[in-house]
Structure formats: structure tokens, C-alpha cells
């Protein structure tokens, strides 16, 4: 099973409307944290959001947010008001204790979704 | 504020020849690693570090080298480049191996093997 799956390789989404990217995960470890990344054009790797397993609160940072449902294994994340800035590939990644079955270092990325904001 | 610094941005190759991809980042972290970005692939972890003189191998190891002889520096080297090897590389730190922060990444090298 993938560890992290991202069921939407792309989308078109008109600039101002909320968009949410999707993202399932698969562990056993009880301590583990998501990242949600943006990769524009250009090529560079952008943090976005972070939420850790035991965060009670669903994290947000400006206008992202992370809809965080443990027992769905969900961590979908959340853009109000979406710009043409936004347009970008976006990656969530999943962070376990190394050697507890994701990534040799722990970190494990999905396949990423290709969001194009329309104006 | 330099973060992450990956030298070259691009750089092509012809099969069979070496290079050395250059990655240094001034956060004083103890995590380096190595990725590579294909389309559809996601990034997929090649070597990674965990402190000077500390290397192991991520899960497409095979065609590269590393080491990491202080805990700024973590080049990677192709030993004799293979068109399979043309992709995006991307080094990225961390605090430590263990650490909830987010990884910071450079810029990426983009490399074409012909």
C-alpha cells in the first residue's frame, strides 16, 4: 500500500474559490507528523503547513489550513481565497520514526497535485 | 539568510562522464539529504546523512555516491552517468533525523545525461 496517496494529479479551480487538495496516509506509529509543500514553476520547494499526530487543533498558517481527520488517516489541505500565485504543484509528505516501514529516513513523499488557478 | 545552497542549477552531461552535485547549508543541522524528481515519481530519497562522517543509503542508492566530511557540506557524486539518471536533484536538511521541523531544501539542480 502507498503510504502517502494523492488522488488528484490535477485540477482547475477559478481564481478567489477555496480549493482542497486531498491526501490519505497509511501508518502504524502512533507518532508521526504531515507536511504539505509548494513547488511553483521555478522549481523550488516551499513549506507550507505542518500538523503532528497527537495536535489537537487542525493546523492553519495565513490562508492554508490542514483538515486533519486521524481516524480517516486524512490530511487535506485547504486554501481560502485561492490567487494565480497559487498555481503550483503541491506534495504532502508524512514523517514516521525511522524504520517503522515509510521512507529509510522516515520521510515519505506522495506523487503530488498540479493546481492551476483560472482568473 | 543562504538556508540551503545546491551548485549547479543546470548542468548536461554525456554518458559515462563524473560529476560532483554541491550542497552546503548554514543552519547547523545534522540531517542532510538527497532526493531526485522525475515526473509522476514524486521525490525519492537517494542518500541521506545524519551527521559528519554518517551516511546510508535512501531507496534509489544505486549510480551515486555521497559523503559528508563536515556537517555543512553533503556532495553527491555520479560515477559514470546514465541517461536514467537525467532528473531534478534536490538536497534538503533538517534539524536531526528525528526532528518534527519541516526540511528546508535548495533551489534543486536540473541535469540532463545525453
Known amino acids: 500500500a502507498q503510504k502517502i496517496t494523492q488522488t488528484q494529479p490535477g485540477m482547475f479551480v477559478q481564481e478567489k474559490e477555496a480549493v482542497t487538495l486531498d491526501c490519505t496516509y497509511d501508518?502504524?506509529?502512533?507518532?508521526?507528523?504531515l507536511f504539505w509543500y509548494k513547488q511553483p514553476s521555478s522549481g523550488e520547494m516551499i513549506f507550507l503547513i505542518y500538523q503532528g499526530s497527537y495536535d489537537q487543533q487542525n493546523a492553519t498558517e495565513g490562508r492554508y489550513s490542514l483538515n486533519f481527520q486521524k481516524a480517516r488517516k486524512s490530511a487535506n489541505l485547504v486554501i481560502s481565497a485561492s490567487q494565480l500565485g497559487d498555481s503550483a504543484m503541491y506534495f504532502c509528505a508524512m514523517r514516521e520514526t525511522p524504520g517503522s516501514g515509510g521512507g529509510a529516513d522516515g520521510l515519505t513523499f506522495g506523487k503530488g497535485t498540479h493546481l492551476i488557478i483560472q482568473p | 539568510n543562504a538556508g540551503v545552497t545546491q551548485t549547479p542549477k543546470f548542468q548536461v552531461l554525456k554518458t559515462g562522464q563524473s560529476m560532483t552535485l554541491q550542497c552546503a547549508q548554514d543552519m547547523n543541522h545534522e540531517y542532510m539529504s538527497w532526493y531526485r524528481q522525475d515526473p509522476g515519481m514524486g521525490l525519492r530519497l537517494i542518500h541521506y546523512s545524519v551527521g559528519a562522517g554518517i551516511t546510508d543509503q535512501g531507496e534509489v542508492p544505486n549510480g551515486y555516491n555521497v559523503s559528508r566530511s563536515t556537517t555543512e557540506d553533503f556532495p553527491l557524486r555520479l560515477l559514470s552517468a546514465a541517461p536514467s539518471q537525467t532528473s531534478v536533484y534536490f538536497c534538503?536538511?533538517?534539524?536531526?533525523?528525528?526532528?518534527?521541523?519541516?526540511?528546508?531544501f535548495g533551489d534543486g539542480t536540473r541535469l540532463s545525461i545525453l
Open positions: 501508518t502504524s506509529d502512533p507518532s508521526y507528523g
Open positions: 534538503a536538511s533538517r534539524t536531526d533525523l528525528y526532528s518534527n521541523q519541516p526540511q528546508h
